[in-house]
């Protein structure tokens, strides 16, 4: 105890210890050098501890210090792209110094808030992904993207809605560095066709497994293929808050139709606060109707309560109909959810027959402390009339953080199976374990899984693994080795309709499906362009009770991307060398995809040579293998009249010479704002199929809607609150608003986080704030100061007057002073300057890089001076006298070159 309360003589520390900083902008630190001691030192050098990106200037002179000085050094930085990408938010400096008896070298440092977008974009190429239902599985690929600095690592859920998809994997863990994007491919099944529309909803969440928290969410649209179809709605699903929209539908088939749809919140006590979605379509010709995706959410505390159409995530089964769920919350990380509903889309309606779906009911507990450790445990109950079989679930998930590089997952699930009619019966298992660590510059993901070919939950009949090594050399260049095997293989109970059969396979379903994948690959980095180079060996297979096909190849992919501003270009293409198995010989093939963006226009195309799947090879009729499949698409958003008039477009076409089809297809989407709650929208479709076999029929269609919209008041929640304020300028700096006093119109405010601007009367709300601390911060670009205190308490609902008084802007520069003959150039970009007021305050500036610099003071009188000793000033320190009327003049500070002389010699 007694050696730490022992005073240093030599004290060295920054001035600031942790610093915000935003991408682009320069930042100074001041690295304070303080001698209490008797003796005078000596500092030989101040060194930074490794070289930082974005480091513009920092003291490298010797200098000496008496006893009793200290002096302030800055360190100035600039916050370009490679500094934002540091992995450690760590500045430090090694400092070294000599007085008369010993030799001494100390560090000092501080800290970095990178102001980053932390979200997870996911997202696929192109806005609609196809899907062959004649083909057993299918895949489209997911983007996801880092928009943020820092290496993340992400569990990425799938979920289908409606229910009649099996993805694989339904989750993946994906470890991305800063801005990086990573291409995950998905495998797609259609378990059961949507008889009511044929198109599908994928919902993505991305949750960082850091803090446990949603850092991205995606809606990804699927359209199932048909050679005969009824376009009976636009792919956009019932989206967007607080608003109603009444539309009419028509198109070419003659199903034409209203629909409303909308979605409110709103306070019903003090306590307790409800949510309502809706979405109903009305048929004119024979004056039917369906209700869907509708329902009431009811909240109160920390329990929430769910009618009508309603869905359950995280239960390793499909769980999506009409019924009821309650959720509590309790302790700080415990959660219980109780669910019972029926299977079927609908929730009420007469257009279609209401069919008996599945008798669902659930539970499910969550667990942990929140952060190191999390957990789950499910249970569904599944009774299904029209298979005449009864199902039963339960999995159970947990997820170990290791400090922030070692994280492990490990998945365990039962189920039993029951035919009621065939008395028929399975039982199955699942287990699962997934790694993910970091072990100095090597990368290790481990993903594992195994269900038994009658365990009834999604992974059914399912063998995955995933080994991946990959090791960082630098920040632009980075390898990777991976092994992948996945294989599904399930079995089913027999259909219950018919007797069991021994011999007779058409009471019985079977598929099977693998591929196995042993890559490497190699991604760089050269300025704005980043390469991927990826060899690998795959074997594919698929059979079932009529025909088997497996597929061997040699593949390399390469992948080459690049950002300018605006613009961005994507160009993947991947050869195979590939052999039949029911053939000897060999066949080259070729897919590649180019992508084209500049703002929020994109231009896509793929090219397919010769088959690159298993898949393809299910459709040859005949001995020649050679084909050529290509697709085009564009699509365009945007927002014009002042973003009164907003929309979206998108044209495509594609040739199959496999398929023998030609498809076209242009849509879109569009929303003027007649008031600010009322709208106009519109929706058009308009399509094209042509098969290009003998025999082949074609066809056009249509679709259209016109409609009105309604946005309503943004509803305030339960035990959140309004926050209002009124700016004006306080020209008497009473803090009063007064005759001849101007409100302040389109000033940016943040009230900590979140940003907004004030309309024509000065005023900005601020609907659902928590109660909390908050600080206010408003006009610090242009010098203007708050009349009040920026720290604000909400616990209650707040409208209040803020009074600002703009500061006097007061401009200098430094201005070299050469002797004849002197071309040498000086550099005083980073010197500090400083302005001392009357009531000691100081206030610091720093000069840029046209030698200029500037202050934003109130009325006074100020000591404005330098302490910097690179170079010898004329007038060090200049007293000025800033009013009210403002401070025209430009402040000079001379300077000259230190311990340098011209001389010339004359012949």
């Known amino acids: ?209 850091l803090d446990n928290k949603i850092v991205g969410s995606n809606t990804l649209y699927l359209v199932i293929l048909s ?61 039917r109707y369906n209700l869907y995706d509708t329902w009431l959410e009811l909240e109160r505390k920390n329990t929430v309560l769910r009618v009508g159409n309603v ?268 052999k039949d198995n029911n053939k000897d010989d060999w066949f080259n093939s070729l897919k590649t995809t180019l992508s084209y963006r500049y703002k929020s226009f994109s231009l896509n195309g793929t090219a397919q040579w010769n088959a690159t799947s298993v898949f393809d090879l299910n459709s040859y009729y005949n001995a020649d293998r050679n084909f050529a499949n290509y697709n085009f698409y564009a699509s365009y958003n945007f927002q014009m009249m002042n973003n009164n008039l907003s929309g979206s477009f998108s044209a495509g076409t594609s040739y199959s010479e496999l398929y023998r089809n030609l498809n076209s297809n242009v849509s879109g989407n569009l929303e003027y704002k007649i008031s600010p709650s009322w709208s106009s929208t519109g929706y058009f479709n308009f399509s094209g199929y042509k098969s290009t076999a003998a025999y082949g029929s074609s066809g056009n269609y249509y679709q259209f809607r016109i409609g009105i919209k309604k946005y309503f008041a943004a509803a305030t929640a339960a035990g959140n609150h309004k926050v209002t304020f009124q700016l004006f300028e306080d020209k008497n700096f009473n803090g009063l608003l007064e005759a001849g006093e101007s409100v302040l119109a389109g000033e940016i405010v943040k009230l900590n986080n979140y940003v907004a601007i004030t309309d024509k009367n000065g005023k900005v709300i601020f609907q659902n704030v928590p109660e909390g601390i908050y600080t206010l911060k408003v006009n610090e670009n242009a010098g203007a100061r708050l009349m009040m205190d920026p720290v604000i308490m909400v616990d209650s609902n707040i409208n209040r007057k803020v009074g600002l008084v703009k500061n006097i802007r007061v401009s200098g520069k430094l201005k070299e002073i050469k002797q004849a003959y002197d071309v040498l150039e000086t550099d005083v970009t980073g010197i500090v300057v400083y302005a001392k007021g009357e009531d000691g305050e100081i206030h610091t500036a720093v000069v840029n890089q046209k030698n200029e610099f500037e202050f934003f003071l109130k009325d006074g009188k100020y000591d404005l001076y330098i302490e910097n000793d690179k170079y010898t000033y004329t007038l060090p320190t200049q007293t000025i006298q800033v009013t009210k009327e403002g401070y025209p003049q430009t402040v000079v500070f001379e300077y000259k070159k230190k311990d340098t002389t011209i001389k010339v010699k004359k012949f």
């Open 227 to 287: 050679h005969n179809r009824q376009i009976a709605r636009g792919n956009e699903a019932v989206n967007g808050s607080n608003f109603a929209e009444l539309s009419y539908n028509e198109n070419s088939s003659g199903f034409n139709y209203l629909q409303l749809r909308g979605n409110t919140a709103f306070r019903i006590t003090e306590n307790l606060k409800s949510r309502f979605n809706m979405g109903a379509d009305y048929y004119l010709e024979d004056g």
């Open 1 to 209: 105890m007694a050696f730490a309360q022992e005073k240093k003589d030599i004290q060295i520390h920054f001035e600031t210890d942790s610093i915000a900083v935003e991408k682009g902008s320069t930042f100074t630190d001041f690295l304070v050098i303080e001698n209490k001691s008797s003796e005078a030192i000596t500092i030989q050098n101040i060194t930074p501890e490794e070289t930082y990106p974005g480091l513009l200037f920092y003291p490298k002179n010797e200098f000496t210090l008496s006893a009793g000085q200290s002096k302030n050094l800055p360190v100035k930085l600039i916050a370009n792209l490679d500094f934002m990408k540091m992995r450690s938010n760590e500045i430090r400096f090694n400092i070294s110094y000599a007085t008369p008896a010993v030799t001494k070298t100390e560090s000092a440092s501080f800290f970095v808030k990178k102001e980053e977008n932390k979200n997870i974009a996911i997202y696929t190429a192109s806005y609609e992904n196809f899907i062959n239902p004649a083909l057993p599985e299918s895949s489209i690929l997911l983007i996801a993207e880092n928009q943020g600095y820092s290496k993340r690592t992400v569990k990425i859920d799938l979920q289908s809605i409606p229910d009649g998809l099996e993805m694989m994997p339904k989750q993946q863990i994906v470890t991305l560095e800063g801005l990086e994007k990573q291409t995950i491919e998905i495998k797609i099944r259609v378990r059961q066709q949507n008889t009511l529309y044929p198109e599908f909803n994928i919902n993505a969440i991305a949750t960082d497994l």
């Open 311 to 578: 869905n359950g995530n995280d239960y390793d089964y499909p769980v999506f109909g009409r019924g009821g769920k309650v959720s509590t919350r309790f302790g700080e990380n415990n959660q219980l959810e109780v669910l019972a509903l029926e299977n079927n889309y609908n929730l009420y309606g007469t257009y279609f027959k209401q069919t008996e779906g599945s008798k669902i009911a659930g539970a499910k507990y969550g667990f942990g402390n929140g952060k190191s450790f999390t957990g789950k445990v499910s249970y569904i109950f599944d009774h299904d009339p029209r298979f005449n079989v009864d199902t039963q679930v339960t999995n159970a998930t947990t997820s170990f953080l290791i400090n922030d590089k070692h994280v492990i997952r490990t998945e365990a699930g039962l189920s039993h199976e029951k035919g009621l009619s065939n008395k028929d019966e399975n039982t199955g298992a699942l287990i699962a374990a997934n790694y993910e660590g970091k072990i100095g510059k090597w990368d290790v993901q481990s993903i594992n899984s195994f269900a038994s070919k009658s365990y009834a939950g999604i992974k059914r009949g399912s063998f995955i693994t995933n080994q991946r090594i990959s090791r960082q050399f630098s920040d632009s260049q980075r390898a990777f080795i991976q092994y992948q095997n996945s294989q599904v293989n399930p079995e089913f109970l027999s259909f219950q309709s018919a007797p069991i059969q021994p011999g007779n396979t058409s009471n019985v379903r079977y598929y099977f499906n693998s591929t196995e994948v042993l890559g490497s690959g190699y991604q760089f980095s050269l300025k704005k362009w980043n390469f991927l180079l990826a060899p690998k060996v795959e074997r594919q297979k698929t059979a079932n009770f009529y025909t088997s096909q497996e597929l061997f190849s040699y593949r390399l992919e390469t992948n080459i991307n690049a950002t300018f501003g605006s613009h961005g270009l994507n160009l993947t293409a991947e050869y195979s060398y590939s």
